[in-house]
């Protein structure tokens, strides 16, 4: 019997295509035939999870940094004005960004701008939390 998770509506639609990536990373790493018989179950989880991180990892660096990539005509208009003063703000070249999530550690380069006025650089992020 299969384990019931609760699941994101966007993971349900590509839910079809995760399968057949799990099929194909099994043929890849075991063969068509499987692991061979007696491998402990222990081997075969320890390597899921290595492939996991590694899917977690490149998920989160990729979204991250396409979020990123965004022009500022892109971006909403509360990202684009400075969070001190409101006034207009001047891009600067990207920073590196690391952090340590629930999906592993996730690098990108973020956008980073800078108030002439209030003198001061920032990331054009939403300063509440929950966003």
Same mark, same amino acid.
């Given at each position: 019997?299969?384990?019931?998770?609760?699941?994101? &509506?966007?993971?349900?639609?590509?839910?079809?295509?995760?399968?057949?990536? +799990?099929?194909?990373?099994?043929?890849? %790493?075991?063969?068509?035939?499987?692991? +061979?018989?007696?491998?402990?179950?222990?081997? %075969?989880?320890?390597?899921?999870?290595?492939?996991?991180?590694?899917?977690?990892?490149?998920?989160?660096? *990729?979204?991250?940094?396409? *979020?990123?990539?965004?022009?500022?005509?892109?971006?909403?208009?509360?990202?684009?004005?400075? &969070?001190?003063?409101?006034?207009?703000?001047?891009?600067?070249?990207?920073?590196?960004?690391?952090?340590?999530?629930?999906?592993?550690? +996730?690098?990108?380069?973020? &956008?980073?701008?800078?108030?002439?006025?209030?003198?001061?650089?920032?990331? &054009?992020?939403?300063?509440?939390?929950?966003?």
């Amino acid at each position: 019997m299969a384990f019931t998770r609760h699941s994101h &509506p966007a993971v349900d639609e590509v839910r079809p295509y995760l399968h057949g990536v +799990a099929k194909h990373l099994v043929d890849q %790493i075991w063969g068509p035939n499987g692991p +061979a018989w007696g491998t402990k179950f222990s081997e %075969i989880e320890d390597l899921v999870v290595a492939v996991q991180q590694v899917l977690s990892e490149r998920l989160l660096q *990729q979204t991250l940094q396409r *979020q990123s990539d965004a022009s500022a005509a892109e971006r909403p208009a509360e990202y684009q004005c400075c &969070p001190g003063c409101e006034g207009g703000t001047e891009a600067e070249d990207p920073e590196p960004r690391l952090v340590n999530s629930r999906g592993g550690g +996730a690098e990108w380069q973020e &956008p980073r701008e800078y108030c002439r006025r209030c003198r001061r650089a920032f990331f &054009p992020s939403v300063q509440e939390s929950g966003h």
